[in-house]
């Protein structure tokens, strides 16, 4: 896919997947394996063509349906490139919020909720802190690095996942994550400069 630039070191491209029913309405998706809606095939479709003009080299899906179909369609699944499916790249696990708006959980709570501020839900049916997928994402940072000096590797996960890893790329905790918020079927281009750690790109659609 595309072509290297003399002595460039790789870069990640990190790839949130396309629309389902549930991102269009706010309401928070961790590991419920929703599909893609239509428009959410077509963001994988129009992927593809932007894709194709980098040098991938590997990719690292989640397992997650919305995420393997959308690097389907962005042709990340056809054996030109070394696609692997990675568990740690699932959604942040929500607990008792899973399927809910910010909007409800602020409601229930009597005060505005951030998962970046309060985490994930509490009580019986806690989900994950954001240090837990700080574990997570470092694990696929340390896989990827040295891939790098070979191409692009591309990463197919997941909004607030990809957020996180986006903050630890940048040697930054995991709550600024906040910091980057990426829409469906969008991504992002995490680089270097003077050989430091930076963003190079973000939110970049495809239409």
Same mark, same amino acid.
């Given at each position: 896919?595309?072509?290297?630039?003399?002595?460039?070191?790789?870069?990640?491209?990190?790839?949130?997947?396309?629309?389902?029913?549930?991102?269009?309405?706010?309401?928070?998706?961790?590991?419920?394996?929703?599909?893609?809606?239509?428009?959410?095939?077509?963001?994988?479709?129009?992927?593809?063509?932007?894709?194709?003009?980098?040098?991938?080299?590997? /990719?690292?899906?989640?397992? @997650?349906?919305?995420?393997?179909?959308?690097?389907?369609? /962005?042709?990340?699944?056809?054996?030109?490139?070394d696609t692997s499916l990675d568990p740690d790249l699932v959604e942040v696990d929500y607990g008792?919020?899973?399927?809910?708006?910010?909007?409800?959980?602020?409601?229930?709570?009597?005060?505005?909720?951030?998962?970046? /501020?309060?985490?994930?839900?509490?009580?019986?049916?806690?989900?994950?802190? @954001?240090?837990?997928?700080?574990?997570?994402?470092?694990?696929?940072?340390?896989?990827?690095?040295?891939?790098?000096?070979? !191409?692009?590797?591309? @990463?197919?996960?997941?909004?607030?996942?990809?957020?996180?890893?986006?903050?630890?790329?940048?040697?930054?905790?995991?709550?600024?994550?906040?910091?980057?918020?990426?829409?469906?079927?969008?991504?992002?281009? @995490? !680089?270097?400069?003077?050989d430091r750690p930076a963003l190079t790109g973000w939110n970049t659609g495809c239409s």
């Amino acid at each position: 896919m595309g072509e290297v630039l003399g002595g460039r070191v790789g870069e990640i491209i990190v790839v949130r997947h396309g629309q389902t029913e549930w991102s269009r309405s706010g309401q928070h998706t961790g590991l419920t394996d929703l599909p893609l809606l239509p428009d959410g095939e077509a963001d994988g479709r129009r992927l593809g063509p932007v894709l194709a003009e980098r040098h991938i080299t590997h /990719a690292f899906v989640s397992p @997650l349906t919305r995420a393997r179909r959308t690097a389907e369609l /962005a042709g990340l699944m056809d054996g030109a490139v070394d696609t692997s499916l990675d568990p740690d790249l699932v959604e942040v696990d929500y607990g008792a919020y899973e399927g809910r708006t910010t909007k409800d959980i602020s409601a229930e709570l009597g005060r505005q909720w951030s998962l970046w /501020a309060d985490g994930t839900a509490p009580g019986d049916t806690p989900g994950e802190s @954001l240090d837990q997928v700080a574990q997570r994402v470092d694990r696929v940072l340390d896989k990827v690095r040295p891939l790098l000096p070979d !191409g692009d590797v591309a @990463l197919v996960a997941h909004g607030h996942v990809l957020r996180i890893l986006t903050a630890r790329w940048l040697r930054l905790g995991p709550e600024a994550g906040a910091l980057f918020p990426l829409a469906t079927g969008r991504f992002g281009v @995490l !680089g270097h400069e003077h050989d430091r750690p930076a963003l190079t790109g973000w939110n970049t659609g495809c239409s």
